[in-house]
């Protein structure tokens, strides 16, 4: 049975930095490294995010879904003025979506004339838009995306405000998003969600699954960690997972239920 690591990352440290970042690896998270660890995790498929640090040339990305022999998918992140023959061209290279990745960024006005036609063209494409930002501003956020037909994956449990946690009113309004079928979350790196990170993803969980459903929620690795390297490594997340589901059947499902989304 298909099961799928809905996020990773790979680098190296000789590729082309963005001009405007908020951290840089000082080390490689190698191709092949990432593959043995989806083996030893027991999972047949893997989904690479272009990381934010090497911005709009997702051409590392390409090389890499390419290497794998259709094992892979990619999220790509584009300029907003990017035209369509070149988003075909990553269609082809297995990109399935862009990420918009709005920590600590101004949130962009969806509104206007380049994202207007880039959002028909992720829509034309069957593509996602894979978002990450504080859970305060998803849900205006998801339905300005879904007023434009596309379908949106909001990362790592959403990230309420860590000092609430569940009981975030930002949170319990992502929760009410799980009326669209539209809408998918991701069950990846807790310790994004504050020092209690874990505790957090304990209760959060079965109220995703119960306005989600099992079946529009995914997990990514998260792999590798980024700006917690010290703290995370792969094996240990995928043993959480275990522990956050510990019903196989469901947890298959869970592994399973993004297939179409990323056309494996």
Request: proline share 6%; net charge negative; aromatic share 8%.
């Amino acid at each position: 049975m298909i099961s799928i690591d809905a996020h990773a990352h790979v680098f190296h440290r000789g590729l082309t930095l963005a001009g405007e970042r908020r951290y840089a690896p000082d080390y490689d998270a190698p191709l092949d490294r990432y593959l043995a660890q989806l083996d030893s995790g027991g999972l047949t498929h893997g989904v690479l995010v272009q990381p934010s640090f090497l911005g709009t040339d997702n051409c590392y990305l390409l090389s890499c879904i390419r290497a794998a022999h259709s094992r892979l998918r990619g999220i790509a992140v584009v300029d907003p003025t990017i035209g369509i023959e070149e988003l075909q061209r990553l269609d082809r290279g297995g990109v399935v979506g862009i990420r918009l990745n709005l920590v600590g960024r101004p949130l962009p006005d969806l509104d206007e004339s380049h994202w207007t036609r880039l959002l028909a063209n992720v829509a034309d494409l069957g593509w996602q838009v894979e978002l990450q930002r504080r859970a305060a501003d998803l849900p205006d956020l998801v339905t300005q995306l879904l007023d434009h037909d596309v379908t949106v994956v909001i990362d790592h449990f959403a990230l309420p405000d860590p000092t609430y946690g569940i009981a975030d009113p930002a949170f319990a309004a992502v929760l009410r998003l799980g009326t669209s079928a539209r809408v998918w979350v991701k069950l990846s790196a807790p310790y994004r969600n504050g020092p209690q990170g874990r505790a957090f993803a304990r209760q959060a969980y079965p109220l995703l699954r119960d306005a989600f459903d099992v079946d529009r929620l995914m997990w990514g690795c998260d792999w590798p960690h980024t700006q917690f390297e010290a703290t995370q490594d792969y094996a240990a997340n995928r043993d959480f997972l275990d522990e956050l589901i510990p019903d196989a059947t469901e947890r298959a499902r869970v592994l399973a239920a993004p297939r179409g989304l990323f056309r494996f």
